[in-house]
């Protein structure tokens, strides 16, 4: 999970000149409509349980690797990928034997499975990669390090304020700021505190179907800006550059982070609509106020901090558990309670997906639910 400066800033948002907008439809309708996947069954003989009614599975004895190394290892991995898009986060335990390469291959897979555009890859991290002291050998593979989150992140208290704080919670979908986003992202943590450090997940799903009909119009018919000026700042101030080389996809390229996506996007293995501003990494909503903007922004939030019920929090058990989730519609936020509990690391790998649309003719995920709920029970 990269870390993210949510800006509290109001932004003036700028109405969009004529090339940004055409920018914006290529963007919103340039991809095809697709028939959502369906499931196999070649999990069924799995031993698995969903986290909550609405987000989160486990596989408590599953093994990666086996599944990577399987004769059917093509339709497992698929179905897996399809089950992470329709439950937004799915967990395993103690994965010993998954080395970083494997972890990579994972997340290859699940995205050329499932349709990832044949020129993307795997991200490299504008500034989370093997450029840095605590980065690792392999620029495919972020390292979530508390040590260097502290040496990143750290801010002298001002004199006139208290260093204490009543809001913590980093909600954000994974490098939102590129013109190719995340699709699925892992994080394996190899070394755990004493207790805390906790992630959870929200679902954006559960967002859009919680908003009106006629909200759910409006907001359909408007775009958002991204853009992540903190690692521009991190960089300069700890005297390197960000990784302006092609990340992952051709268009992910500079040091401008910066992109314009749909505020309701459609997620292309399942077919269903989710909201997509959340928490860091968005700027404004375009073609609006100010005020308007951070109205929208906010109540998006609003519904995560009050709706814990389309949440789902992971406690890190083992060294080795993996989550993997799907960025296109979750939100996640990890928890920094753990200063006096020892140190976390671990190693991160994101895929690169399609550019955000949105499919006028794609649904909600209860929608999709309530029509089928006889037909494909797994789908709750």
Same mark, same amino acid.
């Given at each position: 999970m990269a870390p993210t400066a949510i800006d509290t800033e109001t932004q003036v948002p700028v109405h969009l000149k004529a090339k940004d907008a055409a920018a914006e439809t290529t963007t919103s309708t340039a991809t095809p409509r697709r028939e959502p996947l369906k499931l196999s069954g070649a999990l069924d003989a799995y031993e698995q349980f969903d986290a909550t009614p609405i987000i989160g599975r486990e596989f408590p004895k599953a093994n990666l690797v086996e599944w990577l190394e399987a004769p059917n290892s093509d339709e497992l991995i698929r179905d897996l990928a399809i089950t992470i898009s329709q439950r937004g986060v799915v967990f395993f335990r103690a994965q010993d034997n998954l080395t970083n390469e494997l972890q990579k291959k994972l997340i290859a897979r699940l995205g050329e499975l499932t349709g990832r555009p044949a020129a993307n890859s795997l991200h490299i991290h504008p500034i989370l990669n093997s450029q840095r002291e605590l980065g690792g050998e392999d620029p495919e593979i972020s390292t979530i390090s508390s040590l260097q989150h502290k040496k990143f992140y750290t801010k002298p208290a001002e004199d006139e304020l208290s260093p204490k704080r009543q809001h913590t919670a980093q909600w954000h979908s994974d490098i939102a700021f590129e013109p190719v986003p995340a699709d699925y992202t892992s994080l394996r943590l190899t070394q755990l505190p004493r207790t805390g450090g906790d992630t959870l997940w929200a679902s954006g799903y559960e967002i859009y179907d919680r908003i009106s009909d006629p909200y759910q119009k409006f907001l359909e018919s408007l775009s958002v800006t991204f853009q992540q000026p903190a690692f521009n700042k991190v960089a300069e101030k700890s005297g390197f550059s960000l990784y302006d080389k092609p990340r992952g996809a051709p268009? *992910?390229?500079?040091?401008? %982070?910066? =992109?314009?996506?749909?505020?309701?996007?459609?997620?292309?293995?399942?077919? $269903?609509?989710s +909201?997509?501003? /959340?928490?860091?990494?968005?700027?404004? !909503?375009?073609? /609006? @106020? =100010?005020?308007?903007?951070?109205?929208?922004?906010? $109540?998006? %939030?609003? !519904? /995560? &901090?009050?709706?814990?019920?389309?949440?789902?929090?992971?406690? $890190?058990? *083992?060294?080795n558990d993996?989550? !993997? $989730? #799907?960025?296109?519609?979750?939100?996640?936020?990890?928890?920094? #309670? &753990?200063?006096?509990?020892?140190?976390?690391?671990? *190693?991160?790998? +994101?895929?690169?997906?399609?550019?955000? &649309?949105? #499919?006028?003719?794609?649904?909600?995920?209860? @929608?999709? !639910? *309530?029509?089928?709920h006889g037909e494909h029970p797994e789908l709750g």
């Open positions: 268009e *992910n390229v500079g040091t401008e %982070l910066k =992109a314009i996506h749909p505020v309701v996007r459609t997620n292309p293995v399942t077919g $269903w609509k +909201v997509f501003p /959340v928490g860091g990494h968005v700027k404004h !909503i375009n073609g /609006v @106020t =100010a005020e308007e903007s951070r109205q929208l922004l906010d $109540w998006f %939030l609003d !519904i /995560v &901090y009050k709706g814990h019920d389309l949440q789902v929090r992971l406690k $890190w058990q *083992n060294e993996i989550a !993997i $989730w #799907d960025n296109r519609s979750v939100f996640h936020t990890a928890t920094f #309670d &753990y200063d006096e509990e020892g140190e976390r690391f671990g *190693n991160r790998a +994101v895929g690169l997906g399609e550019r955000p &649309y949105l #499919d006028p003719a794609s649904t909600s995920r209860r @929608t999709a !639910i *309530n029509s089928t």
